[in-house]
């Protein structure tokens, strides 16, 4: 049986403006949390706590997130390490989210650091979450497939939500990174964290890059999961995949979810008007579907059809 | 359970280029058609025998029947009216495909016709089909959801299907000609299609106008239906929904399928080859995702990453 609400947390200005050539201005990334917000969206991942030489798209963390906090929603960013984690404090973020990978090119590729090493890492950011009252959530990265390595073992991707466990962490998201999950890897690994941390709550972040991203979420609805992210208007990219969509669409997630009889509490039509916001601003077509075709109940006169046979 | 194999049929040179604004070549039509045969697609709907004044992109019906026949697959072709039959047959094609709108406003707007004019105009075609021993089949357009009236009763669709039936149709198209079906509606139509008409034979028709085309594929897989439509690169359009994407894509859908461990009997890889050829002769970017990502099976070095955090 599908859980009757899901909680949707988005992800664009981080996860989606941080692959964008151009830096966004800060004023607009808070003009698109705050129409997050007014859709109904309780939880945003604002933004990442990163190096500004690394992603000097996300620069500006600390003013974004004094903005978004002032808007309702729990505020959100990723914290590389204790360094990113003391900004996040000092911006009075409400919680932090450090991330491991689940493969070590992977980390070595996109951290510079081991498995190992990563993990380490995380214990100073959890004694600064501790010490500041913060939330400490941690994400999976490639948990459903590696692009260097291929298939990811359950049981590594299981051995390291143990790890992040027994530093205070019990909540996890399980990212597919660069879109290479498929209902079988979903069944497989969340199947092994169930059984190996049946105290841990899974969150699911899939990208659409090989066009599975909602058939991925309805096996993960199957498997009883309620919590998901996304990004409005599928923003987001692959460094792998020039022209592939990016990050699930909030507004399809939102409309899938809807036509399931599953509550959101998120305004579907305001939610579309943001992502028409971000493509225009953009200047360029988003992969998000519902934003042109709006949702099913939207009806047409007779007039409008363009005659077309079969 | 899923079924262990599912045929496909490729409608991309009927239903997707029907959608083109320019007439393509019929030589290079046929060299599409040669790319699915040789990509091992066994069943393709080439062409429709419509009015040439209502659809010129398909003018050229019996010149790319007549190609397409010396190549293998089955080769389907539309006929909206006993004119078209006889030139289908005159073409000798394998297989016509006659279709009924579910609503009356799609019926009377698509066919010019009430859906009891529509089906009686079925009958002749009937006729010229048992007389040049012609296989006959039957497609139901907007049978989940019509852009005119919204949701069409199951039991609409189900009456049409007997009344077909009673003409010796026994093998039937459910089109989601505008893409409103949800996996609820899938459930609730064909449901009640098995319960009225279990010795139908169903193929699913789904468009991706809502991002839910394979979502539906998944629902109809869950039911145990085996046939499906697609179109290469997702070609297609929406006349309501200017950029929505059209037919679900059958290089996506063949990548989805073997993810799941079913059979279709498709080289995933020779299909990409004519997704993109298609795509760069129209000359703009087509929805399908597989042939900008790639098989998640196709790894990558190290040294081709773009470093993104996070």
Known sequence: ?????????????????QAEQQFVPTERKIEFIAGFAA?????????????PRAVPQLADAAQVVAAAKTLGPTI?????NAKGAMRAVEADVDEMVVFISA???????NLNMSIDQAIAAVEPVAAIARDSGK??????????????????????????????????IGSLTLGDTTGMASPRHVETVCGKLFEDHPEMRLTLHFHNTRGLGLVNVMAGLKLG???????????????????????????????????LGIETGIDLDAMIGVAREMERYLGRALPGQLMRAGPRTRLHPVSAVRRAVG
């Open 1 to 17: 049986m599908y859980p009757s609400r899901v909680d949707i947390t988005e992800v664009g200005t981080r996860d989606g403006l």
């Open 39 to 51: 859709a109904g969206l309780r939880r945003i991942e604002a933004t990442s706590f990163v190096s």
């Open 76 to 80: 959100a960013a990723l914290v590389p």
């Open 103 to 109: 493969s070590e090119s992977h980390s070595a590729t």
């Open 135 to 168: 939330v400490l959530r941690a994400a999976i990265a490639v948990a459903f497939g590696c692009p260097f390595e291929g298939d990811v073992p359950a049981a590594t991707v299981s051995g390291i939500a143990g790890r992040l466990n027994s530093l205070g």
């Open 225 to 259: 999961i309620d919590s998901y992210e996304s990004a409005a208007a599928g923003l987001g990219g692959c460094p792998f995949a020039a022209g592939a969509t990016g990050n699930i669409c909030t507004e399809d997630l939102v409309y899938m979810l809807s036509e």
